[in-house]
């Protein structure tokens, strides 16, 4: 790979030579030119990428490390699984070349094929060790097959042509590898919001796609954040900033980085044009764009102290996932409605759903938020048939305590959530907090004794106080019926028959020795054998029974398994929220439309 700019002002010590030359081959080609490397130069690439809390082993897809100086093969010996230590004559430049296999197509990691390429810096880009303070530089080449190709990322442009193609520079490591890559051709806009220039561009659209209504709401929500963090007059914290979505036929998911974020959605989920009303699915994906926006203020900046610098050599922990996942979480909703995306039926809808996805995840019950914070990297990120049983989500769960502290110092009269969190950012200057931190802002706006119900919801497993505190806001909490699948204990896939997912604790169908993965064909009911092909025929033919015979597949096998109602299927929940039994799914509505509208449009407490 030749450089084809004239470089002789931009001289940065480490530069890095990306082309797509292997598109069908899925092959990124990269060089990395190291202008004064140690004599026996470390190189490593990360294992994981902040924001994504599990060790993703990227080494897995790099091949063909070579080290030259001066036309001449050096030494090159791996240490680890992604350490690599080069031989070199430190008065001489060195240049290391490799290729990248990309095949993921999710936002974490790389992806090129004949339509687009993506690449996250920390799936592509060497760690030069003892150099990563330095200025780096990415150089994006074309290719015959990348000629009508455009160029989309948040680094700082040095010497492009019209596409984008060219060079890129970044003032260290932890910079370069936090601006992703977009290539391809796509749809493109743009807008203002703030005073800060905002890119969208969008690949895999179908051609029914309202490309100016999504940058008309996404324009909303930008707006309504940048007022948020910046009441004060004060100015964002970047000078541009580019939403990157691919569009697939099903997917969903985001990562945030510092002036840009990835993002993908089903193609289904997009605005089109000349339709009236959007469907629930671009308000999912409006969700994530608040999601992943907010994140620029919360997580990116405002971090947890243990990462205020990155170890990508392995997992880095922290107890504060609850609030800069929870807490985000709260708000990208939240804004939704603030910037008149939602009404407050909408809204109460998502929170409705976000309840009850916690209060029928029996783990809830073993697992504090703080704890499913420190073990991100081996439950969230690492599900299985047994999660819902065990952990709970960060996200879920520290979503409402956020809810619950908001209404606390609502309710306290002096102060909201609001004030907590421009507090925390003005205390530490945009920059890394602790628990104590959090508290310590909290009982400066509210009072001891909300400080401390914050902790005690942060570290133990009881339920939330939500149905009292949103009756102080004019929210009426309304018990209801249990869903056939509840009232088993069970999470199912309908496909032309049920195929069991998970096994909920203490349920009947756990009782009945029902596991993950089985196929419940059948159910014999006094004598009669009847097939199902979706839970729903449990009722049509078992309704009443005390007890059922269930035929399921396991391994090729058929068993029968007894499984006891009791009545189970006859019975309906209370009514009364305020009863003592526990409740699995809660309604909301509003009873006091003032009380319910100051909070919902973030009317100072």
């Excluded at 470089?7 to 082309?19: A, E, K, N």
């Excluded at 990508?312 to 939240?334: A, H, K, V």
């Amino acid at each position: 790979m030749t450089s084809v700019l004239n470089t002789s002002g931009i001289r940065p010590d480490i530069r890095f030579v990306v082309q797509a030359n292997s598109v069908d081959a899925h092959l990124f080609d990269v060089q990395l030119h190291i202008a004064r490397p140690a004599a026996q130069q470390l190189l490593s690439l990360p294992v994981w990428i902040p924001g994504s809390y599990l060790v993703r082993e990227f080494s897995k897809n790099l091949q063909g490390l070579r080290a030259v100086q001066n036309e001449q093969t050096v030494a090159v010996q791996q240490l680890s699984k992604n350490q690599w230590e080069i031989t070199c004559n430190a008065d001489f430049a060195c240049v290391v070349s490799y290729q990248v296999c990309a095949y993921d197509t999710s936002v974490r990691t790389a992806w090129l094929d004949r339509r687009r390429g993506f690449f996250n810096g920390t799936s592509l880009c060497l760690r030069v060790h003892g150099q990563e303070e330095r200025p780096h530089a990415l150089e994006l080449l074309g290719s015959p097959a990348t000629e009508a190709w455009q160029v989309a990322t948040g680094l700082k442009p040095a010497q492009v042509d019209a596409n984008g193609f060219g060079l890129y520079q970044a003032s260290h490591y932890d910079e370069l590898v936090d601006c992703p890559v977009e290539m391809g051709r796509f749809w493109r806009g743009s807008f203002e919001a703030g005073g800060v220039p905002h890119e969208f561009v969008v690949a895999g659209a179908a051609p029914s796609f309202d490309g100016e209504r999504l940058l008309a709401d996404t324009k909303k929500i930008c707006e309504a954040e940048i007022a948020f963090w910046h009441a004060d007059g004060s100015q964002p914290p970047m000078d541009r900033y580019v939403f990157m979505l691919n569009v697939v036929d099903d997917n969903y998911g985001g990562l945030e980085h510092c002036n840009s974020t990835a993002l993908i959605c089903g193609r289904r989920d997009l605005p089109r044009k000349g339709e009236a009303k959007a469907g629930e699915g671009y308000n999912t994906l409006l969700g994530l764009i608040s999601h992943e926006y907010f994140h620029t203020w919360n997580v990116k900046r405002l971090r947890p102290a243990e990462l205020a610098r990155y170890d990508y050599e392995q997992e880095n922990y922290t107890e504060l996932l609850w609030f800069f996942e929870g807490f985000t979480s709260y708000y990208d909703d939240l804004f939704l409605r603030r910037a008149g995306l939602l009404d407050n039926s909408q809204y109460l809808k998502l929170v409705t759903r976000t309840i009850n996805q916690v209060l029928q995840t029996p783990g809830r019950l073993l697992q504090s938020v703080a704890e499913a914070s420190f073990d991100a990297w081996v439950k969230y990120y690492r599900q299985d048939e047994n999660t819902a049983n065990h952990t709970v989500s960060y996200y879920t769960k520290g979503s409402l305590v956020a809810l619950c502290l908001d209404l606390a110092l609502r309710a306290n009269g002096t102060s909201s959530l609001d004030d907590v969190m421009r507090g925390l950012w003005r205390k530490s200057e945009g920059g890394p907090i602790s628990e104590a931190d959090v508290l310590a802002v909290v009982n400066e706006v509210g009072n001891p004794d909300i400080a401390g119900q914050l902790q005690t919801w942060v570290h133990s497993t009881g339920d939330l106080p939500l149905r009292e505190l949103l009756a102080t806001h004019g929210i009426k909490s309304k018990a209801e019926p249990a869903q056939l699948a509840q009232k088993l204990g069970l999470r199912v896939q309908e496909n032309h028959s049920v195929q069991i997912k998970t096994v909920l604790r203490g349920g009947a169908a756990e009782q009945a020795g029902m596991m993950a993965a089985d196929e419940w064909l059948a159910v014999d009911v006094n004598g009669q054998r009847w097939r199902i092909s979706k839970l729903d025929d449990v009722l049509l033919y078992a309704a009443g029974a005390d007890q059922l015979t269930a035929w399921v597949a396991r391994d090729q096998q058929i068993l029968q398994l007894t499984l006891n109602l009791g009545g189970l299927l006859a019975k309906a929940a209370s009514e009364d929220a305020d009863s003592a039994s526990p409740i699995s799914n809660l309604g909301l509505e509003i009873s006091d439309k003032a009380a319910a509208e100051r909070w919902l449009t973030g009317i100072a407490a």
